[in-house]
C-alpha cells in the first residue's frame, strides 16, 4: 500500500514556537490556523484515544511515534465525541490505512472534525527542545500568513497556568452508564471523563450518572450513589474552585471517593496540599509508578501537565503518600486519613496502555461494598 499520497498537493504548513523556533512541514487535517499549548506524547500505539481524551483540550499535541495514520481511525477507539486536541504535529503521516476494520482514513477524520496539523518535521529534534526549554505555546498554520501575523496571533494565546477548561468538555445534561439494576450506583463529576473509564467501572457490577463538572454535591447526593468518582480532564486545577468544593463536600458525608488524574489533583486541592505546572508534564504510555502500600511497581499510562506537591503531601497530617513516579519521584498517588478517599495522577484505564494498575477499580469497588 503506498503513503504519503496526500490529497493536499503537499501544501506547506508552520510550526512556530513561543521561544522564536520555526518549523516548515506539509499540511495535514484541516487547512488553518491554531494556537495553544504545545506539549509530547511518547506512546507507540493508541493516537485516536489519545486526540479524544478530553484532558488534551487547549492543546497542540506532537506524537514522538514516527508513523501516525497507518491504522487508520474506528469509531469503537474514540474516547469522547471528537477529537479534543487543538493542534497535531508528527512526523511521517499516512493517509492509507492497513487495518481492515478500520471505519476511515485519519486525514478524513481531522479534516472532518476541524484539526489543523503539520506532518514532515523532526519531531525528534522538537521533543528535545520541549523537554529542554519546557512546555510552551506554539502556533501551527497551513495559510498563507506572514511569521509577523503569526506571531501576533501567537502572543494572543492564553498560559495554560490558571485556565479553567473543564467546563469546555464537561457534558451539559447528566447521562447514565451501565445497568440500571446494579447493585450499585456511581456519581461521576465529568471533569473531562474518558469513555473507557465509564466503560471500567460499569463492567464492574456498577450503574453510573455522570455529572456537569459545577454540579454541587447535594445535586449528586440527591440521586442516592453509593460512590463518587472525579475524573480527568484538562487545565488548572487551582482554578476549579467548585470542584474543590465539591470534593470537599463528600469527603465530609465521608463517602467512597475515587479520582483520576485531575480528579486526583482536586481532591489533593481540596485536602490543602498545593499543586504546580510541571516543566513538560508527563504523557506517554509507560512511567513507572511504584505502590508504596504494596510495594510492587507498575507501569502507567499517563496523561498530565500539572502536578502535586510531594512535599506538601509528606508535610500533611491529614493525606498519606501511597504511589510514587520512579522517573522523577514526584506524587502518584495519595490516601486520605481516617476517610474512603483515595486517587492516582495516573490512568488505570489505560486506554491505550498497559493493564498494570485496573486493580484500583477494583480496590474502589470494594471500597463501594464494604
Known sequence: MSHNTLNLSQKKAVLLLEDGS?????????????????????????????????????????????????????????????????????????????????????????????????????????????????????????????????????????????????????????????????????????????????????????????????????????????????????????????AIKTAQDIMAADRPLFGICLGHQIISLACGISTFKMHNGHRGLNHPVKNLVSGKSEVTSQNHGFAVSREDVENSDVVELTHINLNDDTCAGIQVKGKKTFSVQYHPESSPGPHDSRYLFDQFINLIKS
Not at 52 to 68: A, F, K, R
Not at 126 to 143: D, F, T, W
Request: glycine letters at 10%; hydrophobic letters at 35%.
Open 22 to 242: 520555526r518549523f516548515e512541514g506539509i499540511a495535514i487535517g484541516k487547512i488553518g490556523t491554531v494556537g495553544a499549548e504545545i506539549c509530547f506524547n511518547t506512546g507507540m500505539t493508541g493516537y485516536q484515544e489519545i486526540y479524544t481524551d478530553p484532558s488534551y483540550y487547549g492543546q497542540i499535541v506532537v506524537n514522538t511515534t514516527s508513523h501516525i495514520g497507518n491504522y487508520g481511525v474506528e469509531d469503537s477507539e474514540n474516547e469522547s465525541d471528537s477529537p479534543k486536541i487543538t493542534g497535531l504535529v508528527v512526523n511521517t503521516f499516512s493517509e492509507d490505512y492497513s487495518r481492515s476494520m478500520a471505519d476511515g482514513s485519519l486525514q478524513e477524520y481531522l479534516e472532518n472534525n476541524n484539526i489543523v496539523g503539520v506532518s514532515e518535521l523532526d519531531t525528534r529534534l522538537l521533543v528535545r527542545h520541549i523537554r529542554s526549554k519546557g512546555a510552551m505555546n506554539a502556533i501551527i498554520s497551513s495559510e498563507d500568513l506572514s511569521d509577523d501575523e503569526l506571531q501576533r496571533r501567537l502572543a494572543e494565546v492564553p498560559s495554560m497556568e490558571g485556565l479553567e477548561l473543564s467546563s469546555f468538555v464537561s457534558t451539559v445534561e447528566p447521562y447514565f452508564v451501565g445497568d440500571e439494576n446494579a447493585s450499585h450506583k456511581i456519581a461521576v463529576l465529568d471533569l473531562g471523563v474518558k469513555t473507557s473509564i465509564l466503560n471500567h467501572l460499569a463492567s464492574r457490577g456498577s450503574y453510573l450518572k455522570v455529572f456537569n463538572a459545577k454540579t454541587p454535591f447535594e445535586e449528586m447526593k440527591a440521586w442516592n450513589p453509593d460512590g463518587y468518582f472525579l475524573s480527568n480532564g484538562p487545565g488548572d486545577p487551582s482554578s476549579m474552585d467548585y
